[in-house]
């Protein structure tokens, strides 16, 4: 209602002030000196479109407006393109007196859920063999990861059976600790080394391997009593060993690497006997063991020939010293 009223009074007003702008009538004779600005050339324009806005406002808040109708429940759209009918929808009719419906109610039966089942133990890791943990020590070793190999030397010595690990495992504990200064530890696991390795002997004589393995622990005794100022004891060791690599026979004619081990052999008990005094004694092995690094030098000198000029450096220092 309120806005109806508004719509009257400001639509009269409007009419009012287009019928006296544009000049109609007497009404307009007193504004006909009013200045309209910008819109004074479009005088008689403006008083019009102000008249006839107001009429229309006036006529519009007069105007009744329709009552809404309520809406009802019609016929289901569906789309006609498609081929379906739109159908009414029915409403069931309240039947008078009509019991209730009782839904049964079910009694759900609890599923017990099946036991766990325990997992399955993890499968143990297959346990790595004599041969493969010395494998993994000697890389281990190279790299001078210290702390893992000497790791890998702990399990060696659990994983070993027999008078041929136990020596080979003894010899490498008394390589590594002469490698870290540790002299005693050094001599007594060469010593240990020393007596499997004579028993692994003795079951196979002519066991060119078991002879390489004795000739080998007895070199680190040798050093080791050498370092330690105990030169009778490396004298001793020193000769045993290179005695065994002697006696190997035809080895040494298709083995580089014991070849070369005869050639270190001579050479430290070349040194000792220099040391000693006996230096023709001296003499006679380095000219051994030089012959023995030429024929390795001609068949591999890559590898070799570093060894062969050593040995020829170390000759010519002798023969010197013997000449004076």
């Not at 702008?21 to 005088?43: C, K, M, N, Y």
């Not at 009509?98 to 609890?110: E, K, R, S, Y």
């Not at 060119?208 to 393995?213: D, Q, T």
Request: charge should be negative; avoid cysteine; hydrophobic fraction near 45%.
């Amino acid at each position: 209602m309120l806005a109806r009223i508004v719509g009257i009074i400001l639509g009269t007003i409007l009419a009012t002030s287009g019928y006296v702008v544009a000049g109609w009538g007497q009404l307009g004779s007193w504004a006909a000196h009013l200045d309209l600005g910008p819109f004074e050339p479009h005088r008689p324009l403006a008083g019009a479109a102000a008249a006839i806005l107001g009429g229309v406002l006036v006529v519009a808040a007069l105007t009744p407006r329709p009552k809404p109708k309520s809406r009802r429940k019609g016929p289901v759209a569906l789309d006609l393109d498609s081929g379906l009918v739109a159908m009414p929808v029915l409403l069931p009719e309240p039947v008078a007196d009509a019991p209730p419906i009782v839904m049964p109610v079910l009694q759900a039966t609890p599923v017990t859920p099946p036991p766990p089942q325990p997992a399955a133990p993890p499968k143990p890791a297959a346990a790595e063999s004599f041969a493969q943990l010395r494998e993994r020590m000697v890389a281990l070793t190279r790299s001078e990861a210290w702390n893992d190999a000497a790791r890998a030397l702990l399990a060696m010595k659990t994983a070993a059976r027999g008078d041929r690990e136990l020596a080979t495992v003894h010899r490498d504990l008394g390589d590594f600790a002469r490698g870290q200064g540790q002299l005693d530890d050094a001599a007594e696991a060469y010593e240990t080394a020393a007596s499997y390795a004579r028993d692994a002997l003795r079951a196979a004589p002519n066991d060119v391997n078991a002879m390489e393995l004795l000739a080998g622990t007895l070199a680190g005794v040798g050093d080791v009593a050498e370092i330690e100022g105990r030169l009778d004891d490396a004298l001793s060791a020193f000769e045993e060993s290179l005695a065994l690599r002697r006696s190997s026979g035809g080895r040494e004619a298709h083995d580089p690497g014991a070849q070369r081990a005869l050639s270190v052999s001579l050479e430290r008990l070349a040194d000792l006997r220099e040391d000693r005094g006996h230096r023709m004694r001296a003499l006679d092995l380095y000219r051994e063991s030089y012959d023995v690094a030429a024929r390795l030098a001609a068949r591999d000198p890559t590898r070799f020939s570093s060894d062969l000029e050593s040995t020829r450096q170390r000759l010519a220092e002798l023969e010197a010293r013997i000449a004076t």
